[in-house]
């Protein structure tokens, strides 16, 4: 099973399983050559000449595009999360798996209406394989990991893009991700507000993601005076990512995720891998990102004077930090996705 593969996901935008599926190509234009991938996008979010400009730039287009349908059979369809596609398989003769990323419960609610109890289920990470276990009383061989990486370690993730950030005097603290109530920007904003009282003028808060209807990122900014202090980023484009961590290690700056709940947490392993310094809430997808340093690189999830805390010693001992980093990001090479593939593969075809 190594000639053709489709991932089906319902909107293209900026997100981390847009640049997921880019890490995949790379990872199998390094190690499978001969694999052709296919992405089917159901709807444009926004992000789809993005996408395919990003192919384009790292050099992938000779092994993936982008398809507006199903085009013929291919050896294995992956439908992430996308149940308005159940239907549409399940009147194929074709091979197929569901994968399983959102970190929002009611997004995942479709898996307990999955037609057949045949259907494997992919998970990014063991913690998250086990979660879907419990919450859908599944057995252990129903689910699997298709374990996230960054490819940090392959020729065509080489950085070819710099950002220059401008001369601040002051450290960039980096929010990197979608601006709603799950990611909680909010925790961040208020442990700013601590960080400026005692240490003003040392920090600048930097955010960049999508804005939602949730969360009026301006207005919460503005409610506590922290305009000033603050750069909102519009969402950049895929091959920027890297860039833009780069640009915040060089300026002395430090990653913080204050998210409430996260499959794998790709921006945070992102941050890891550059290496940035990442000061990150203590959910479980967390804290298995940065085993066995936890005391060092996580803070209690809701507590707004922890969080300020962490920023302000880690800030204090970035050198300490950077040793640990270097050892976190062996876990997230390609390697290890490709030994996931092929179990995969092996499990499917028994």
Same mark, same amino acid.
């Given at each position: +099973?190594?000639?053709?593969?489709?991932?089906?996901?319902?909107?293209?935008?900026?997100?981390?399983?847009?640049?997921?599926?880019?890490?995949?190509?790379?990872?199998?234009?390094? =190690?499978?050559?001969?694999?052709?991938?296919?992405?089917? *996008?159901?709807?444009?979010?926004?992000?789809?000449?993005?996408?395919?400009?990003?192919?384009?730039?790292? #050099?992938? %287009?000779?092994?993936?595009?982008?398809?507006?349908?199903?085009?013929?059979?291919?050896?294995?369809?992956? !439908?992430?999360?996308?149940?308005?596609?159940?239907?549409?398989?399940?009147?194929?003769?074709?091979?197929?798996?569901?994968?399983?990323?959102?970190?929002? %419960?009611?997004?995942?609610?479709?898996?307990?209406?999955?037609?057949?109890?045949?259907?494997?289920?992919?998970?990014?990470?063991?913690?998250?394989?086990?979660?879907?276990?419990?919450?859908?009383?599944?057995?252990?061989?129903?689910?699997?990991? /298709?374990?996230?990486?960054?490819?940090?370690? /392959?020729?065509?993730?080489?950085?070819?893009?710099?950002?220059?950030?401008?001369?601040?005097?002051?450290?960039?603290?980096?929010?990197?991700?979608? +601006?709603?109530?799950?990611?909680?920007?909010?925790?961040?904003?208020?442990?700013?507000?601590?960080?400026?009282? #005692?240490h003003r003028d040392e920090y600048l808060l930097l955010l960049c993601g999508p804005q939602t209807t949730e969360?009026?990122?301006?207005?919460? !900014?503005?409610?506590?005076?922290?305009?000033?202090?603050?750069?909102?980023?519009?969402?950049?484009?895929?091959?920027?990512?890297?860039? $833009?961590?780069?640009?915040?290690?060089?300026?002395?700056? /430090?990653?913080?995720?204050?998210?409430?709940?996260?499959?794998?947490?790709?921006?945070?392993?992102?941050?890891?891998? %550059?290496?940035?310094?990442?000061?990150?809430?203590?959910?479980?997808?967390?804290?298995?990102?940065?085993?066995?340093? #936890?005391?060092? *690189?996580?803070?209690?999830?809701?507590?707004?004077?922890?969080?300020?805390?962490?920023?302000? =010693? $880690?800030?204090?001992?970035?050198?300490?930090?950077?040793?640990?980093? /270097?050892?976190?990001? #062996?876990?997230?090479?390609?390697?290890?996705?490709?030994?996931?593939?092929?179990?995969?593969?092996? =499990?499917?075809?028994?």
């Amino acid at each position: +099973m190594n000639t053709s593969v489709c991932f089906v996901y319902p909107w293209a935008t900026f997100g981390g399983c847009e640049r997921i599926l880019l890490n995949r190509v790379m990872a199998f234009k390094e =190690h499978l050559p001969d694999l052709r991938v296919d992405f089917l *996008f159901l709807s444009d979010g926004g992000g789809l000449k993005d996408f395919q400009a990003a192919l384009k730039a790292y #050099q992938l %287009t000779e092994v993936a595009r982008t398809v507006t349908a199903l085009d013929g059979s291919y050896d294995l369809v992956s !439908l992430i999360d996308c149940p308005q596609f159940l239907d549409e398989i399940a009147g194929r003769q074709q091979k197929y798996i569901v994968e399983c990323h959102t970190a929002y %419960t009611n997004n995942r609610k479709y898996l307990a209406q999955l037609r057949t109890s045949e259907t494997i289920i992919v998970t990014p990470s063991q913690h998250f394989s086990a979660q879907i276990r419990r919450e859908f009383s599944l057995s252990g061989e129903r689910v699997r990991e /298709l374990r996230n990486f960054v490819p940090w370690d /392959l020729p065509s993730a080489t950085q070819f893009q710099r950002i220059q950030l401008p001369e601040w005097g002051a450290r960039p603290i980096l929010f990197f991700g979608r +601006m709603d109530h799950l990611k909680d920007p909010i925790a961040l904003l208020d442990a700013f507000c601590l960080l400026n009282k #005692q240490h003003r003028d040392e920090y600048l808060l930097l955010l960049c993601g999508p804005q939602t209807t949730e969360i009026d990122i301006s207005q919460a !900014l503005s409610a506590r005076k922290l305009l000033d202090s603050t750069v909102v980023l519009p969402p950049i484009p895929f091959p920027s990512a890297q860039a $833009l961590l780069q640009a915040v290690a060089n300026r002395g700056g /430090l990653f913080v995720s204050p998210s409430q709940g996260e499959s794998f947490g790709l921006s945070a392993a992102e941050a890891i891998c %550059t290496p940035l310094p990442v000061v990150l809430s203590d959910i479980e997808a967390h804290q298995a990102l940065v085993a066995p340093y #936890q005391a060092q *690189f996580t803070y209690p999830q809701g507590n707004p004077k922890a969080l300020a805390e962490r920023i302000h =010693h $880690l800030a204090r001992h970035q050198e300490a930090s950077h040793a640990a980093l /270097l050892t976190l990001r #062996q876990q997230f090479s390609a390697e290890s996705f490709m030994y996931d593939w092929q179990s995969l593969l092996k =499990h499917l075809e028994t």
